[in-house]
């Protein structure tokens, strides 16, 4: 029997069936990633004191609270695939939600994609038994983008246990580290350098002391994309951001501890690598290969959770520009966006191949995406504060506390994170080809929007 004319089936969508806590698993995978490993000793140089350095990671820790009860009450309001593409849509138009989506697609997660890579490449390379000589980073780096890629265009029904594992390979990483220290406490072993009492920060140290801890926080904004595939929608996802938050506050604090512990405030301070330093001092010298595939599982774990959040993005995106063809489809068997994520991971590989060609792959792929994410989160704090006066009727199952101060809160530490990555960028003594090629890839979004749409009118 034929379907009345106007009756054709409508494209398979997302649907309501995941979990708060499985939003959560992704958060905290997300947002834990190979930075706890490194900020601590940076954030530790600017703080000057114990005391200080501790508020920084807290104060870091309010502060993205503060932004993930601003995105609670967007995804809640707006549910949607895309994310911030769609609430920049609905807040600035169709053109500034484009950008963003190329932004995403094109720098913010195949570059966060690409410097994970070589944060895994870097570390199993240093390890004898893992060397594969002056391209082995980049070679582990491919190789993890490409099995993660092909690990998330599986059945993500099947694979919800696998991912489970995954973050909780993560979660291990870190208690090791509180392990190391509580092993040397019970020992009786000192710190390495005396605890530094406290005292007044030198100027502007901890605002810098702030934005490295932030540094280490970034990512929890894109779980903004599952706001339409969680089963509660009412109170699911905020409940997900304030706990993940919250989660990743206290394993960020029970890391420092450790550092602290084991190697002392000055001895975190001049770090070059206080994860491995420490289980040094706990283990010998032989525990590289631990820390190694410590920061391998935090790293894997990050990359796998931005696979899944990227590619819906682009995934809505192509849905409102019909140029973008099999982009927008969503594959209903596996419940993915299958196009989306194969030509993510495609990105991510020719980023790779970037930092390859410049010998300086993490670094490279960092100057690359900063910039562009601290300019869209801003984009999207402000947003709140638009469609709370454009779209004063719509409901709204949960509200930010302390409307207005908290988005205000929110949009000034993004926009202080923009200018310091700016900043500091600037500050180098050489021009950084990453951060050059991300300003121009960002500016070829604009191209391929002037193309999509003439592409999209001429198809009307």
């Not at 958060?27 to 114990?50: C, L, N, Q, T, Y």
């Not at 807040?91 to 094109?106: E, N, P, S």
């Not at 000034?412 to 994170?417: D, G, I, K, R």
């Amino acid at each position: 029997m034929t379907s009345p004319a106007g009756d054709a089936p409508k494209p398979a969508a997302p649907e309501r069936h995941i979990s708060t806590a499985y939003v959560v698993m992704l958060a905290v995978g997300m947002v834990v990633g190979a930075g706890i490993f490194k900020a601590p000793a940076d954030a530790a140089a600017a703080a000057g004191s114990v005391a200080w350095l501790y508020a920084a990671w807290i104060g870091a820790g309010l502060l993205t609270l503060a932004g993930a009860l601003c995105y609670a009450e967007l995804a809640a309001a707006f549910p949607n695939a895309g994310g911030d593409y769609h609430f920049l849509g609905l807040a600035y138009g169709k053109r500034v939600a484009f950008l963003f989506a190329w932004g995403r697609f094109a720098i913010i997660n195949s570059g966060s994609i690409a410097f994970l890579g070589f944060v895994i490449g870097d570390y199993l390379n240093a390890v004898p038994q893992f060397h594969l000589g002056p391209d082995g980073p980049a070679l582990y780096a491919a190789a993890a983008v490409l099995a993660l890629t092909l690990f998330n265009l599986r059945n993500a029904r099947k694979d919800v246990a696998a991912k489970y594992s995954v973050t909780g390979l993560e979660v291990a990483g870190l208690a090791i580290m509180g392990a190391a220290a509580l092993w040397l406490a019970l020992r009786g072993v000192a710190p390495l350098t005396p605890i530094a009492p406290l005292a007044a920060p030198p100027p502007g140290s901890l605002g810098l002391a702030l934005v490295f801890a932030l540094l280490a926080y970034g990512g929890w904004s894109e779980l903004a994309t599952l706001s339409a595939e969680v089963k509660d929608a009412k109170n699911g996802m905020a409940r997900a951001l304030i706990t993940s938050t919250l989660v990743v506050m206290a394993l960020y604090v029970l890391v420092n501890w450790a550092f602290l512990r084991g190697l002392g405030f000055e001895g975190l301070a001049t770090s070059a690598a206080p994860a491995a330093d420490l289980m040094a001092r706990a283990f010998g010298a032989n525990a590289a290969l631990i820390i190694a595939l410590a920061v391998a599982c935090a790293a894997i774990t990050s990359i796998n959770a931005t696979i899944i959040v990227g590619a819906r993005t682009t995934y809505a995106a192509a849905r409102d520009f019909p140029a973008l063809g099999a982009l927008g489809r969503w594959d209903a068997g596996r419940g993915i966006p299958a196009a989306a994520t194969w030509t993510q991971g495609a990105m991510g590989l020719a980023l790779v191949a970037l930092g390859a060609w410049t010998r300086n792959g993490f670094q490279t792929t960092v100057d690359y995406t900063f910039p562009a994410f601290w300019l869209f989160l801003s984009l999207s704090g402000i947003a709140l504060i638009v469609l709370r006066v454009t779209r004063r009727d719509a409901p709204r199952p949960f509200r930010t506390p302390l409307y207005p101060l908290t988005p205000i809160l929110f949009v000034a530490s993004s926009l202080y994170m923009l200018w310091s990555s700016l900043a500091y960028i600037a500050s180098l003594p050489n021009a950084r080809i990453g951060a050059w090629v991300g300003v121009g890839v960002l500016a070829l979004g604009v191209v391929a929007l002037v193309i999509v749409e003439r592409s999209t009118k001429r198809s009307a």
